[in-house]
């Protein structure tokens, strides 16, 4: 897994907005199973930490005698990740693909949100993050299933089309759209004991903070990945401008709630 074969996941420029949803994730909000293992002292691995958001929290809950690493394979995040948390302390950021991750086995944890989901043999990925932590330690996940989303009320037609191209582009590019279900089993196939898992469905809903901004994540999406998925032969860029434009619009006046799929699990590798 040394080059993630499909080009989609870890290589692409995301665009700003795609970016501001990394940016606006928060420990606690965004993989609060994590949060609640934090204690002051650990040492913990972040893997496909983006630009870093849920890594200095991470960074801030163990405090200055604890250590963390974020890693991920696209080198413009982990430069961003280092301009905007540059001075926390215990904070230090790397590029490394989940395939070739230090293998001194001196993490505590090792934590990945939403990155198996991206990956072209999620199954190998969760081996290498059981391979990184140290015999004891806990390996803690966070991923979606794409299948089981939930809209209320349904949004636009031209969304649902985009959608359903965008997760049959994904599946046809060997991505699993369903990686959420499988954690338990993966952990277990990398040797992983006490395997746990728990609902942490990400609950968008009309009136709490920053509704409009983060229900508007598949127009996001639209923006960012239609030009690709139509030079790839899913779609015509026009029908995914106005998904982006019609779902923007139904985000803005009639979405009440949405609820994106995801589960949390934590193996321990045995001593
Ligand atoms: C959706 S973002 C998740 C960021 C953050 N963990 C979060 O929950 O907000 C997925 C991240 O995984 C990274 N990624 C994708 N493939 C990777 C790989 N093979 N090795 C390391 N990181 C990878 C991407 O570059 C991206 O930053």
């Not at 940016?23 to 040492?43: I, V």
């Not at 015509?236 to 619009?249: G, I, L, N, V």
């Not at 009440?256 to 193996?267: N, T």
Request: hydrophobic share 40%; with cysteine; proline share 6%.
């Amino acid at each position: 897994m040394t080059k993630d074969k499909t080009d989609i996941g870890s290589k692409t420029a995301l665009n700003g907005k795609l970016k501001n949803v990394l940016n606006a994730r928060t420990l606690a909000d965004s993989f609060p199973l994590l949060a609640q293992r934090m204690k002051t002292g650990l040492r913990v691995l972040d893997v496909g930490c983006g630009t870093g958001a849920i890594t200095r929290g991470i960074a801030e809950a163990v405090g200055p005698r604890g250590r963390t690493v974020g890693v991920d394979s696209n080198a413009a995040l982990i430069a961003e990740a280092r301009a905007k948390h540059a001075g926390t302390p215990g904070l230090t950021f790397d590029v490394s693909d989940v395939g070739s991750l230090p293998a001194d086995q001196t993490f505590d944890i090792v934590a990945a949100s939403r990155l198996l989901v991206w990956l072209p043999d999620p199954g190998a990925g969760m081996a290498s993050l059981a391979g990184a932590v140290r015999p004891g330690g806990t390996v803690l996940v966070a991923d979606y299933n794409h299948d089981k989303i939930e809209w209320s009320p349904e949004p636009p037609d031209s969304m649902k089309e985009f959608y359903a191209a965008y997760l049959k582009w994904r599946s046809d590019k060997g991505l699993d759209n369903a990686v959420a279900d499988r954690l338990s089993a993966w952990m277990g196939d990398a040797g992983l004991r006490d395997i746990r898992v728990f609902p942490q469905h990400e609950e968008m809903r009309r009136g709490l903070p920053d509704f409009e901004a983060r229900a508007s994540i598949w127009a996001d999406t639209a923006a960012s990945r239609g030009p690709q998925m139509a030079r790839d032969g899913y779609g015509d860029p026009k029908a995914w401008k106005r998904a982006e434009s019609e779902y923007r619009h139904w985000a803005a006046e009639e979405a009440i709630s949405i609820r994106l799929y995801m589960l949390a699990a934590e193996g321990v590798r045995p001593e």
